[in-house]
């Protein structure tokens, strides 16, 4: 595809980012627009910048922090960049300046760009790989799949194509460090981007010593990007149990009018703190025509739950107390929980920023 921009940022680069730059100057693909941030690069350095000045001038444009703020706020320096001076770029193809992308795979990873999606250079974890970035993207590759129902297979890639709808949103976001690459992944869906996976060869030099990855700082910022996605789902779940577990109480039998208002009563409490929570992370993203089907479903969701609810507590007939109307309820709420995410990802936030 035409009109691809190339961003490197580059934060206290080796020689290596020269044999990088040759190879990418020197193709006449990759060439046509490439940007260097040099995130605020100590002076031992800046003679890397000064050579790629020297060998490429006005071929190529390179933009300085004037210190250090992080590999997020460089990719959004150089996304700003492109959106504001080279509108008619389609997409940028990001990759690290330490030579862990071959050149072949950024063309392969550009060839499978469409102009809609995001595409990532996915590496192979086996045991050759460096234990602290196998470790690592394992674990986040698991928990990523575990809390949004969709597989990354490399989560921590700095090889991607992002198309240029998606520069907007990743520009608004507050995060500047590594974890800026996880919330692109993690929030793409609400942005009707999805995600192209190419397989890549696995490059780690001198034991990825080059690597600008603080190991216990990032990695922290990572997950609490899943604690952030998460809070507000928990917080409901435990609300709406807590509501309802207190008017089965109250009430002191499993009729189905008691189970049918005590379930009611408890979503529409929950879903009241989860829309306020949520208010501008989820709902100021939707169309309306997706509000109304995602209501809708929070109407329909209810009253099957009660229904549900009343019908696993038969199963207790004879012994019922409020512990098994609780248990039935979480055994209902389960069941809908696959359905309703079913539901959600192939009819209503499927193509949601297009409403």
């Known amino acids: 595809m035409e009109n691809i921009g190339i961003l490197i ?22 060439n046509q627009t490439v940007v260097v941030v040099d995130d605020g690069s100590n002076e031992d ?3 890397i910048f000064n050579e790629l000045t020297k060998l490429y001038g006005a071929k190529m444009t390179l933009l300085v922090h004037a210190e250090n703020a992080g590999k997020g ?3 959004k320096t150089g996304l700003a960049y492109f959106q504001e001076s080279l509108p008619e770029i389609q997409g940028v193809a990001t990759l690290d300046a ?29 045991p050759d790989v460096p234990l602290r970035s196998r470790f690592g993207n394992i674990l986040t590759s698991w928990l990523f799949s575990t809390f949004t129902g969709h597989g990354v297979s490399d989560t921590q890639t700095g090889l991607r194509v992002i198309p240029k709808k998606y520069f907007a949103p990743l520009l608004a976001f507050p995060e500047n460090h590594f974890e800026f690459e996880f919330k692109m992944l993690l929030d793409s869906q609400e942005y009707g981007v999805e995600m192209t996976e190419v397989p890549i060869e696995t490059i780690y030099l001198n034991d990825n010593v080059g690597s600008n990855f603080r190991v216990v700082q990032d990695s922290l910022s990572i997950y609490a990007q899943f604690f952030k996605f998460a809070a507000s789902s928990i917080t409901s779940f435990l609300v709406d149990l807590g509501v309802f577990t207190i008017l089965m109480m109250i009430f002191g039998t ?25 208010r501008r992370l989820v709902f100021n993203k939707a169309g309306n025509h997706t509000l109304v089907k995602y209501f809708t479903l929070v109407v329909v969701q209810m009253y099957l739950a009660g229904e549900l609810t009343y019908m696993i507590t038969q199963v207790f007939a004879g012994a019922e107390t409020t512990l098994t109307a609780v248990i039935a309820k979480i055994l209902a709420d389960a069941l809908l929980f696959i359905v309703s995410y079913q539901v959600q990802k192939r009819l209503i936030f499927k193509g949601a920023s297009n409403d």
């Open 98 to 126: 330490d030579g862990q992308h071959a050149i072949p795979d950024v063309r392969r990873s550009i060839d499978a760009f469409t102009g809609e999606n995001l595409v990532l250079g996915v590496r192979q974890f086996d």
């Open 45 to 47: 350095h800046q003679y």
């Open 254 to 278: 499993q009729t189905r009018e008691h189970i049918l208002w005590a379930v009611v009563i408890a979503r529409i409490l929950s879903s009241i703190m989860n829309y306020s929570v949520n």
């Open 73 to 75: 706020a460089a990719l």
């Open 9 to 30: 940022p580059a934060y206290n680069p080796d020689e290596q980012f020269l044999m990088v730059m040759k190879e990418i100057m020197n193709d006449s693909v990759l």
